[in-house]
């Protein structure tokens, strides 16, 4: 079994951060992208930021310049600082893993419960 366990949202003014965390754990054997989604009410589930073993990350056009994507391999953990938040911000932001299991002989996506980020004054 795979999980991701997200932590670090909460509620924060606008102009304010917030630093979520993700960490894999489970039968991994290795994994190749890892990322964030968010989901707004009413609306599709969008890609974030995503980040491949030991490059730069690749952000949506919205977040570009504010949130920082980083990765540590070994802890397999995926980190997004999100600076100048804004209210539509505001969304269940989801760890997201393309990752091999021992026995499998592919990559799957798995998916964290998601943790909810909102931007208000």
């Known amino acids: 079994q795979v999980q991701l366990v997200e932590s670090g949202g909460g509620l924060v003014q606008p102009g304010g951060s917030l630093r979520l965390s993700c960490a894999a754990s489970?039968?991994?054997?290795?994994?190749?992208?890892m990322g964030w989604y968010r989901q707004a009410p009413g609306k599709q589930r969008e890609l974030v930021a995503v980040v491949s073993d030991g490059r730069m990350g690749n952000y949506a056009d919205s977040v570009k310049g504010r949130f920082t994507i980083s990765r540590d391999v070994a802890k397999k953990t995926v980190s997004l600082q999100m600076n100048s938040l804004k209210p539509e911000d505001t969304a269940v932001y989801y760890c997201n893993a393309d990752l091999r299991t021992y026995g499998s002989y592919g990559y799957n996506n798995y998916w964290g419960q998601g943790t909810q980020v909102t931007v208000s004054s």
């Open positions: 489970g039968n991994i054997l290795s994994i190749n992208t």
